[in-house]
Protein backbone atom coordinates (compact mmCIF):
# COMPACT_ATOMS: atom_id res chain seq x y z
CA UNK A 1 0.00 0.00 0.00
CA UNK A 2 2.98 2.66 1.10
CA UNK A 3 4.70 1.66 -2.25
CA UNK A 4 1.55 2.18 -4.41
CA UNK A 5 0.87 6.17 -2.62
CA UNK A 6 4.72 6.93 -3.14
CA UNK A 7 5.20 6.06 -6.83
CA UNK A 8 1.48 8.65 -7.09
CA UNK A 9 3.28 11.41 -5.40
CA UNK A 10 6.30 10.70 -7.57
CA UNK A 11 4.17 11.07 -10.45
CA UNK A 12 2.51 13.99 -9.43
CA UNK A 13 5.40 15.89 -8.61
CA UNK A 14 7.11 15.02 -11.93
CA UNK A 15 4.12 16.36 -13.85
CA UNK A 16 3.93 20.10 -12.69
CA UNK A 17 8.08 19.99 -13.48
CA UNK A 18 7.40 18.86 -17.01
CA UNK A 19 4.33 21.03 -17.55
CA UNK A 20 7.04 24.42 -16.35
CA UNK A 21 9.64 22.87 -19.11
CA UNK A 22 7.69 22.81 -21.71
CA UNK A 23 5.92 25.92 -21.19
CA UNK A 24 9.35 27.62 -21.08
CA UNK A 25 10.78 25.87 -24.14
CA UNK A 26 7.30 27.43 -26.18
CA UNK A 27 8.33 30.88 -24.82
CA UNK A 28 11.55 30.46 -25.87
CA UNK A 29 10.87 29.23 -29.11
CA UNK A 30 7.52 31.89 -29.72
CA UNK A 31 10.33 34.59 -28.72
CA UNK A 32 12.71 32.95 -31.23
CA UNK A 33 10.11 33.31 -34.47
CA UNK A 34 9.23 36.90 -32.87
CA UNK A 35 13.17 38.14 -33.23
CA UNK A 36 13.68 35.77 -36.25
CA UNK A 37 10.31 38.22 -37.95
CA UNK A 38 11.44 41.37 -37.21
CA UNK A 39 14.75 41.04 -38.90
CA UNK A 40 13.90 39.29 -41.89
CA UNK A 41 11.14 42.05 -42.57
CA UNK A 42 13.15 45.18 -41.86
CA UNK A 43 15.39 45.10 -45.13
CA UNK A 44 12.13 44.39 -46.98
CA UNK A 45 10.72 47.63 -45.48
CA UNK A 46 13.74 49.63 -45.89
CA UNK A 47 13.99 48.61 -49.80
CA UNK A 48 10.10 49.54 -50.42
CA UNK A 49 10.20 52.68 -48.61
CA UNK A 50 12.83 54.24 -50.84
CA UNK A 51 12.04 57.62 -52.58
CA UNK A 52 12.21 56.90 -56.14
CA UNK A 53 13.31 59.99 -58.53
CA UNK A 54 11.08 62.37 -60.58
CA UNK A 55 13.58 64.62 -62.36
CA UNK A 56 12.60 65.77 -66.25
CA UNK A 57 13.19 62.47 -67.83
CA UNK A 58 10.46 60.90 -65.09
CA UNK A 59 8.00 63.88 -65.62
CA UNK A 60 8.33 63.57 -69.51
CA UNK A 61 7.31 59.67 -69.04
CA UNK A 62 5.04 60.22 -66.32
CA UNK A 63 1.66 60.61 -69.68
CA UNK A 64 2.99 57.18 -70.38
CA UNK A 65 1.53 55.64 -67.04
CA UNK A 66 -2.63 55.56 -67.23
CA UNK A 67 -5.03 54.48 -63.95
CA UNK A 68 -8.07 52.92 -65.58
CA UNK A 69 -10.84 50.60 -64.15
CA UNK A 70 -10.99 52.48 -60.78
CA UNK A 71 -13.14 51.15 -58.12
CA UNK A 72 -13.88 52.52 -54.59
CA UNK A 73 -15.56 50.10 -51.93
CA UNK A 74 -15.84 50.38 -48.56
CA UNK A 75 -15.63 47.77 -45.64
CA UNK A 76 -16.10 47.73 -41.88
CA UNK A 77 -13.73 45.88 -39.38
CA UNK A 78 -15.12 44.06 -36.81
CA UNK A 79 -14.15 47.32 -34.07
CA UNK A 80 -16.51 49.36 -36.35
CA UNK A 81 -13.43 51.19 -38.04
CA UNK A 82 -14.27 51.77 -41.64
CA UNK A 83 -11.90 51.25 -44.74
CA UNK A 84 -11.65 52.21 -48.02
CA UNK A 85 -10.27 49.59 -50.98
CA UNK A 86 -9.33 51.37 -53.99
CA UNK A 87 -9.07 48.86 -57.04
CA UNK A 88 -7.48 50.16 -60.41
CA UNK A 89 -5.08 49.18 -63.12
CA UNK A 90 -1.90 50.56 -63.91
CA UNK A 91 -1.06 50.75 -67.76
CA UNK A 92 2.58 51.34 -69.01
CA UNK A 93 1.75 53.20 -72.80
CA UNK A 94 5.10 54.20 -72.98
CA UNK A 95 8.58 51.75 -74.55
CA UNK A 96 10.46 51.60 -71.42
CA UNK A 97 10.30 49.13 -68.36
CA UNK A 98 9.01 50.69 -65.08
CA UNK A 99 11.02 49.13 -62.06
CA UNK A 100 9.67 51.63 -58.89
CA UNK A 101 6.05 53.62 -59.50
CA UNK A 102 5.55 56.07 -56.07
CA UNK A 103 1.93 57.88 -56.60
CA UNK A 104 -0.42 60.51 -54.45
CA UNK A 105 -4.09 59.74 -54.46
CA UNK A 106 -5.88 62.80 -53.64
CA UNK A 107 -9.73 63.03 -53.04
CA UNK A 108 -11.47 66.13 -53.43
CA UNK A 109 -14.68 68.26 -51.58
CA UNK A 110 -17.30 70.01 -54.15
CA UNK A 111 -15.16 72.69 -53.98
CA UNK A 112 -12.71 70.81 -55.60
CA UNK A 113 -10.06 71.29 -52.87
CA UNK A 114 -7.87 68.66 -51.91
CA UNK A 115 -9.21 66.47 -48.58
CA UNK A 116 -7.38 63.37 -48.59
CA UNK A 117 -4.09 63.19 -50.32
CA UNK A 118 -2.57 59.37 -49.35
CA UNK A 119 1.28 58.57 -50.91
CA UNK A 120 1.90 54.95 -52.00
CA UNK A 121 4.46 52.92 -53.88
CA UNK A 122 2.43 50.44 -56.23
CA UNK A 123 5.97 48.99 -57.53
CA UNK A 124 9.14 48.62 -55.53
CA UNK A 125 12.19 47.77 -56.48
CA UNK A 126 11.96 44.34 -55.60
CA UNK A 127 8.62 43.46 -57.61
CA UNK A 128 8.33 42.36 -61.06
CA UNK A 129 8.60 45.80 -63.51
CA UNK A 130 5.69 46.64 -65.47
CA UNK A 131 6.53 46.10 -69.11
CA UNK A 132 5.73 48.53 -72.31
CA UNK A 133 1.67 47.94 -72.97
CA UNK A 134 0.97 45.63 -70.07
CA UNK A 135 -0.90 46.76 -67.42
CA UNK A 136 -1.51 45.32 -63.88
CA UNK A 137 -4.68 45.20 -61.36
CA UNK A 138 -3.80 46.82 -57.69
CA UNK A 139 -5.99 48.20 -54.76
CA UNK A 140 -4.66 50.53 -52.22
CA UNK A 141 -6.76 50.72 -48.58
CA UNK A 142 -7.12 53.75 -46.93
CA UNK A 143 -8.78 54.68 -43.54
CA UNK A 144 -12.32 56.82 -43.81
CA UNK A 145 -12.52 59.23 -46.29
CA UNK A 146 -13.55 62.50 -45.18
CA UNK A 147 -17.36 63.12 -45.48
CA UNK A 148 -17.05 66.14 -47.50
CA UNK A 149 -15.83 63.86 -50.12
CA UNK A 150 -17.46 64.86 -53.76
CA UNK A 151 -17.68 60.77 -54.44
CA UNK A 152 -15.46 61.50 -57.62
CA UNK A 153 -12.56 58.85 -58.22
CA UNK A 154 -9.28 59.84 -56.80
CA UNK A 155 -6.83 61.95 -58.94
CA UNK A 156 -3.35 59.63 -59.47
CA UNK A 157 -0.57 61.48 -59.63
CA UNK A 158 2.97 60.30 -60.49
CA UNK A 159 5.52 61.51 -57.71
CA UNK A 160 8.56 58.89 -58.05
CA UNK A 161 9.41 56.59 -61.14
CA UNK A 162 12.39 54.05 -61.16
CA UNK A 163 12.93 53.67 -65.27
CA UNK A 164 14.82 51.09 -67.31
Not at 83 to 96: D, E, K, M, R, S
Amino acid sequence: MQLGLANRRQRGGAFPAALVAGLVICLIVAGAVVLMSRHSTAPKRAAQNVKFPLGPTEQAYAPNIHFTKIKLAKAENFLGEEFTYVQFTVTNAGTQDIHGLSIQLEFYDPFKQAILKDSEQLIGLNDPPLHPREERGLQITLGGIPAEWNHADPAFRVTGLVLK
